[in-house]
């Protein structure tokens, strides 16, 4: 499956945008899909994550809340709503997807997913 990812872009503290990633190829429904982000000189971090039917969703703690997840597997895309955006949410955003797995379920882990888009940049800043 190829990943593309867009929405990203430049916004103000408090302010909102909603990444979206387009799949082609491969079967999507039955991908787990995810949000990643990379700062300089950090590793990439989880996000979220939502399981292949989209009825489970993980977020980590610091965007629970304020982001959420969905999916829509007839439109083949994966979004990320980002509201009340703070100057830490600043990164490089990817979506990532991963076979569906019962006995790995759907991780946070980097490593868990061999599909990864390009990359959007987030900026938030006054």
């Known amino acids: 499956v190829q990943l593309q990812a867009f929405g990203g872009g430049l916004v103000q503290p408090g302010g909102f945008l909603r990444l979206s990633c387009a799949a082609s190829?491969?079967?999507?429904?039955?991908?787990?899909m995810a949000w990643f982000r990379q700062s300089p000189g950090k590793e990439r971090e989880f996000v979220a994550a939502i399981s292949w039917s989209g009825g489970s969703t993980y977020y980590r703690a610091s965007v629970k809340g304020r982001f959420t997840i969905a999916r829509d597997n007839a439109g083949r895309t994966v979004d990320l709503q980002m509201n009340s955006l703070k100057p830490e949410d600043t990164a490089v955003y990817y979506c990532?997807?991963?076979?569906?797995?019962?006995?790995?379920?759907?991780?946070?882990?980097?490593?868990?997913?061999?599909?990864w888009g390009q990359g959007t940049q987030v900026t938030v800043s006054s």
């Open positions: 190829g491969g079967t999507f429904s039955s991908y787990d």
């Open positions: 990532a997807g991963a076979e569906n797995n019962p006995k790995l379920g759907v991780g946070a882990r980097a490593a868990r997913y061999a599909y």
